[in-house]
């Protein structure tokens, strides 16, 4: 009998060591050594990328294959892509909810002294399975939110689509707005040099003044490649931009139709009847609660179950269905006071959203207007830049300087003009539904 115990007691000495030991093997995977471990991997990853960004190789990219890159790789498009893979999942589960679960649990319950001698009797199973029957309301509620959730996901990726375009327009602008005070600062480069000889320190003064702009230009090219990096979403290469395929936006010479509704804004008005629906289904989840809530389950015993050596299968006459009717009548207001005050909310959302459609239909009016002129403006500018680039300037003092005053003047003007025009232009390529019904149609095929 004391052999027994003695047996016992060693044979659960032995089972409390190896628990420690487990314990203490699985303690030396802290999380400070992991974060270690990952901290010397990230150093390796640093010293590599930090020689691969000091002499990054050059890209050069034109309009289809810039636009390209900025789809695969664009942060916010990843993002809003995800949005509608989401979305769609959403819909798809409220019908997966209709299917019967399975859980399957087992486990096993035995002494530590008699651990040995485990037996299939100390074993157990079961596989149970749970059907839930939604009410009709509760089904259709749930549905119609999940659809409308994903019709605003695609909107909202349509008006990112567009937003990233424009973006990426812009850069093209900005790219060659670089090359083009390249050109001017060589032009007056040229001028200083000639100006030395007439006057020493007049040229030096201006040669003095260029190598400032070089240093400042140099800043502007550094965060012309940051914003280059942003919108391709790759910070692999040097980029350089070519105009080829660059769309050719000529809203001055051909006006946007602000009246055809079937053209102008159209994204923007459908993602405002989103939000009007939303907040119409919303006052009416909340006026469904004055409603009675039918509940209806349907259990059954488990799949299959074995328990104590004795097995148990699924037997249909064990089913049960049971429904229950719950209805809470609004005696303290609350359901009432809910709905006041979303109304309210809902009120200062609409007038909100009045105001800022009828901001984009005065900006787009007074654009309108405004782009001609810019264009006019740009036009004479243009030739009177090209009429002082045709007449040399007289080799003395004071041509040399006013030729340099008045090009720096004209060229600087004409390229507040250009980035204007190319803003403006921008702004009604935005909203014109037309200009993206081929891309709006490759993304729905995709999609």
Avoid at 52 to 74: G, K
């Amino acid at each position: 009998m004391l052999l027994g115990k003695e047996k016992a007691s060693e044979r659960s000495t032995q089972i409390i060591l190896l628990l420690v030991l487990l314990g203490a093997i699985t303690g030396c995977h802290t999380p400070e050594k992991k974060v270690a471990e990952r901290t010397d991997q990230l150093r390796i990853q640093w010293l590599t990328n930090v020689q691969y960004q000091i002499a990054l190789p050059d890209q050069i990219v034109d309009w289809p294959t810039a636009v390209e890159i900025m789809e695969a790789h664009n942060l916010k498009l990843r993002q809003a892509r995800i949005e509608i893979t989401n979305a769609h999942e959403s819909v798809v589960q409220v019908f997966k909810d209709l299917m019967p679960t399975l859980n399957m649990r087992a486990g096993i319950s035995k002494r530590l002294v008699d651990i040995e001698h485990i037996s299939p009797d100390d074993i157990t199973f079961s596989a149970d399975s749970f059907f839930n029957v939604p009410g009709v309301v509760n089904f259709r509620a749930r549905w119609y939110v999940a659809k409308l959730y994903e019709i605003r996901a695609y909107t909202a990726y349509e008006l990112a689509r567009r937003e990233q375009m424009v973006d990426l327009y812009g850069l093209f602008f900005s790219a060659e707005e670089v090359r083009d005070e390249r050109e001017r600062i060589a032009t007056q480069r040229a001028t200083a040099l000639a100006m030395m000889q007439v006057d020493p320190f007049s040229g030096r003064m201006l040669l003095t003044e260029l190598e400032t702009r070089d240093l400042a230009q140099a800043r502007l090219e550094k965060d012309l490649q940051d914003h280059a990096s942003d919108v391709l979403g790759s910070r692999d290469y040097h980029w350089s931009f070519s105009t080829n395929g660059l769309p050719d936006l000529r809203y001055q010479e051909v006006p946007l139709p602000l009246t055809d509704t079937n053209r102008v804004a159209q994204v923007q008005l459908r993602l405002v009847a989103l939000e009007l629906e939303a907040a119409r289904a919303q006052l009416l989840g909340i006026k469904l609660r004055y409603w009675p809530e039918l509940n209806i389950f349907v259990t059954g015993p488990p799949v299959y179950a074995v328990s104590a050596g004795e097995t148990h299968w699924w037997d249909a006459e064990q089913v049960r269905a049971s429904a229950d009717v719950f209805w809470t009548v609004d005696t303290r207001g609350t359901v009432a006071r809910s709905l006041r005050q979303t109304k309210r909310a809902q009120d200062l959302q609409k007038e909100r959203l009045r105001l800022e459609a009828l901001a984009l239909m005065n900006k787009l009016a007074f654009t309108q207007q405004l782009i001609q002129s810019v264009q006019q403006q740009l036009s004479r500018v243009e030739a009177q830049l090209a009429l002082l680039l045709a007449i040399p300037p007289v080799q003395d003092y004071a041509s040399l300087d006013k030729y340099s005053t008045d090009y720096h003047t004209l060229s600087q003007q004409r390229l507040q003009l250009k980035r204007e025009l190319s803003e403006l232009n921008a702004l009604f390529w935005f909203v014109d539904e037309a200009a993206w019904q081929d891309s709006k149609n490759t993304m729905l095929q995709t999609g």
